[in-house]
């Protein structure tokens, strides 16, 4: 594992040093800024309206640093012939995978923390209550964000970035919808549908921005249950991948 | 494990699908050939020939179409033969947002070794990139990178060196160091094999030379088997449409029948001589394609 270890400070140090990853951070923080500058109807309306809207903002900025991150890692190396040393002797194609990954997802994590204090400094400009459950919210988009990394990556293995993204944007979109929206889309086939959103992943169990919105409590049990889901599931698209790739020729 | 060669290829055989499904390519076709301990063994052949092809499927890059590949009688994705590996890839590339020395140390750690910056400092000026330890990779030129990629793959002091057209974009002072330090791991112990089209070094440095042509082996053995099957003479005459002299080599067999003709058409034989036979017209014999 110290081979994974080092590769994934290797590619956190390399996406540290990229544009990418400050160009989407600075987005993400110019989106949340400017929705706190939106008018609202009355003080007690804007608390709610921030933090449903922030936290909003985060989600898409974790999809949005998935793809900005991930989605060119795997393509780039391969073209740029970077991957060749890196394959042929010190590390397998597991090593590879996983260090690119864990690498990914640790700077995606410290850039949505930052979005996430973002958003606090943001309340306390506009002297507004911190949810408790709002870091726990954040974890949570953080998860989901690492499954979407994982997609990513799953996709990078046979397409090209400009593919990655409209795929992993409507799998985002889909793992949003419920069963009977889902069904929705086609509505002669109802059985097949269902099935179809069983297996497709459930993202909406890392949304709890309504409830934090109107001052519900979040039992913690539900926390680490939606967090055991995302990390199973991000290690089944992780699998998928590996598969995908260790079936490769790398010419 | 000692008598066992370092790589064994058996039958070798690779086919690329084409693109759009129509049938495949065949890229190397029935190559059969080893790599001994403590030899040097040039792999040469033209372009497209299939030498990465077979270099990618004794690393694992590609998996075999048919045959087998054995490194030290162990599969090539076992992960302690891979650590015995030094690799040199075909126009190799790195991050560029890194410099020498955090590439250096980054390896190190991913292969577990337990060397110190002092190390690779020591290793960088071995291969003449003393200066640059701290300059990222992004200012290098193409030579300097691939005296990175020397400096990456001799760091964990491999027992074996794959190197696939390790001099191309070097300038002949660099190709003679790089020769030097392929020279000096071969009496260290490692074995080499090293992909050229640079024939000179190859014969320079070689102790055996695999030829390759159409994805298959053309011939293989010694410097001293290859170079020294016949001999070869070069004779000067004078040319009665242009009154200069022209050479022609031809072989020993053919020689006084050559001669007798040269005799009989009038022609003034300025000199014979023995002509040293190089790697060159072995290739060029070999692979069915006459200088002339």
Known sequence: MKAVFTFSLMTLRMLFRKRTLWGILLVILLAL???????SFDVSNQGRFVLDFGLFGIEVGALLLALGLAANLYPRDRETRTLMPLIAVPLSRWQYLLGRFFGAALIQ???????????????????LPIPGDLLPATLLIIVEGWFLLSTVFFFSFFTSPPLNWPLTTMLFIVSQMSVSEFVGILPSAPGLM?????????ADVFHIKDPIAHGFEIEPVYFLIAIFYGLCYSAFMLSVALAVFRGRDLK | MADVHPIQVI???????????????????????????GEIVGFIGHNGAGKTTTIKCILGLLKLSEGKISLWGGAP????????????????????????????????????LSGVDEDWMKLLKRVGLARWETTGIRQFSKGMRQRMSLAIALQSNPDLLIMDEPTGGLDPIARKEFREIIIEENRRGASVFLSSHILSDVETICNRAVILAGGKLMAEGSMEDLLGEEHLYRITVVSRKTGEEVEETIPEADLQNRIDALRRDNLPIVKVEMALKSLEDVFLAATGKDSQ
Not at chain 2, 12 to 28: D, E, I, N, Y
């Open chain 2, 11 to 37: 039958d070798l055989s690779k086919q690329f699908p084409r693109k759009k499904g129509l049938g495949t390519v065949q890229a190397v076709s029935g190559v059969s050939f080893n790599v001994q301990q």
């Open chain 2, 77 to 112: 994705a076992d992960s302690k033969i891979r650590k015995r590996i030094g690799y040199i890839p075909e126009n190799p590339d790195y991050d560029d947002s890194f410099t020498p020395m955090e590439y250096l140390s980054m390896f190190a750690s991913m292969r577990g």
């Open chain 1, 33 to 39: 800024a400017g929705i706190a500058a939106v008018p």
């Open chain 1, 194 to 202: 269902r099935a179809v959103r069983m297996l497709l992943p459930h």
């Open chain 1, 109 to 127: 994590a410290a850039a949505l923390l930052v979005t996430c204090l973002g958003l606090m400094l943001i309340l306390l400009f506009h002297k």
